[in-house]
């Protein structure tokens, strides 16, 4: 397989709605292989399809730790159905090299998505866990959402980006969360 090249932030790529898949084709198999090569090269538990410039609705986890080994994940056209609670924790991302920040998002939620099979699958990740942390980060991916938008410290964040040479936020480019019935698969 290959390891692609993750786009940074700036490129507007990433602030592009991504595409829904119609069918898990050789090609989009390709792509989520290569997805998970890139994600331990650049040593992520997470990756988005845009954040290597493909806008589909695809994205790659893996969450597993010594404490709590878990499979690989594969989510074509995720939706989150349920969500509740509240948590911040510390992320960083890919497409931001060395920029880790405090991120407002969701302690449970639960997600309707394909697996790399073509099959239906319903998930809840709860507690704040990484895995509820991962999936609603690449979520916001397909979105065109980064998790600065969601960053506790504007101020804090800018000046992390401009220590990085990397663009501050544009408070006009930020996107909300799509509402619910935006996202539902029809």
Same mark, same amino acid.
């Given at each position: 397989?290959?390891?692609?090249?993750?786009?940074?932030?700036?490129d507007q790529?990433?602030?592009q709605?991504?595409?829904?898949?119609?069918k898990v084709?050789?090609?989009?198999?390709?792509?989520?292989?290569?997805?998970?090569?890139?994600?331990?090269?650049y040593?992520?538990?997470?990756l988005?399809?845009?954040?290597v410039?493909?806008l589909?609705r695809?994205f790659?986890?893996d969450?597993?730790?010594?404490?709590n080994?878990?499979?690989?994940?594969?989510?074509i056209?995720?939706?989150?159905?349920k969500k509740?609670?509240a948590?911040?924790?510390?992320?960083?991302?890919?497409?931001?090299p060395?920029?880790?920040?405090d991120?407002?998002?969701?302690?449970?939620?639960?997600?309707?998505?394909m697996?790399?099979?073509?099959?239906?699958?319903v998930?809840t990740?709860?507690?704040?866990?990484?895995?509820? %942390?991962?999936?609603?980060h *690449? +979520?916001?991916h397909? =979105?065109?959402?980064?998790?600065?938008?969601?960053? /506790?410290? %504007?101020?804090?964040?800018? *000046? +992390?980006l401009k220590? =990085?040479?990397l663009p501050?936020?544009d408070?006009? /480019?930020?996107?909300?969360?799509?509402?619910?019935?935006q996202?539902?698969v029809?």
């Open positions: 397989m290959a390891i692609l090249k993750v786009i940074n932030y700036g790529v990433l602030r709605d991504a595409e829904k898949v119609h084709s050789a090609k989009i198999k390709k792509l989520i292989a290569d997805m998970f090569d890139t994600m331990y090269a040593n992520g538990v997470g988005a399809a845009p954040q410039g493909v589909k695809v790659v986890l969450c597993s730790t010594e404490e080994p878990m499979p690989q994940m594969v989510f056209n995720p939706v989150i159905i509740e609670g948590i911040v924790s510390r992320e960083g991302c890919l497409s931001f060395n920029v880790y920040t991120v407002k998002r969701f302690e449970d939620v639960t997600v309707k998505y697996d790399e099979r073509g099959k239906t699958q998930m990740a709860e507690g704040g866990s990484l895995l509820c %942390r991962a999936i609603q *690449e +979520l916001d397909l =979105n065109g959402i980064l998790f600065v938008d969601h960053v /506790m410290d %504007r101020f804090g964040t800018d *000046e +992390l220590t =990085n040479n501050t936020i408070p006009a /480019m930020i996107k909300d969360e799509p509402e619910l019935d996202l539902l029809g």
